[in-house]
């Protein structure tokens, strides 16, 4: 049973919070203050920072929502989970080049954010590599990891693993050449694939075997 809260609504398209997000952040206030043992200024904005990091997936997922209403498709609703979010479309675009749209809409809303923030930066002459603290405890330090953030999370979506939005860009790719079920199997199996190279990957990298 999926429990959720409506916090809000934009457009007809409400947005739901997972019940776990609760459980999340009340582990997120304790690995703050106890593991990690920030003062008060240094946990309120960790918790800006979280957030803040899911307003920006929020935005994400309206960026989907918004660009499938113009291709005449409703969406239920946005959920939050500690996993991520999503926005439920009551059916995915018939043509393929409109699943492509749709499925970059997403992640191009995290990039006009980065780009945004990038020329904040650029202009109060604020260094804008890779924060070293990745606990930010003034304003334009929040503004330098909310950017690296969203950078993040538009390459992160990007990675063709369905059904991130890479994987539904290649789905799309793929039913131009085959039905919805059979291109859905094949994404789905090079998701697995991709998956598991990372997984692999990181495994290497952390046991220092490449
Ligand atoms: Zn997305």
Request: hydrophobic residues 55%; charged residues 15%; proline residues 5%.
């Amino acid at each position: 049973m999926l429990k959720t809260y409506t916090i809000g609504s934009y457009d007809g398209i409400p947005v739901k919070l997972h019940w776990s997000l609760s459980l999340l952040f009340l582990f997120l206030f304790y690995f703050g203050r106890e593991i990690i043992h920030l003062d008060n200024t240094g946990l309120s904005w960790f918790l800006v920072l979280v957030l803040t990091l899911f307003l920006s997936v929020i935005f994400h997922e309206y960026g989907h929502a918004l660009v499938a209403k113009k291709f005449g498709i409703k969406t239920k609703d946005i959920i939050l989970s500690p996993v991520g979010g999503i926005a439920r479309l009551e059916h995915i675009p018939k043509r393929p080049r409109h699943e492509i749209i749709v499925a970059l809409a997403g992640p191009l809303v995290n990039l006009c954010i980065a780009f945004l923030l990038l020329i904040i930066l650029v202009c109060i002459n604020y260094p804008f590599s890779i924060p070293s603290d990745s606990y930010p405890n003034d304003f334009f330090e929040f503004l330098r990891v909310v950017f690296w953030l969203n950078l993040i999370l538009f390459a992160f979506n990007l990675i063709p693993a369905f059904p991130m939005d890479g994987g539904r860009v290649l789905r799309a790719l793929l039913r131009t050449r085959m039905g919805t079920e059979q291109a859905t199997k094949y994404a789905s199996f090079i998701g697995s694939v991709i998956a598991i190279a990372i997984l692999a990957f990181a495994i290497s990298l952390h046991y220092n075997f490449i």
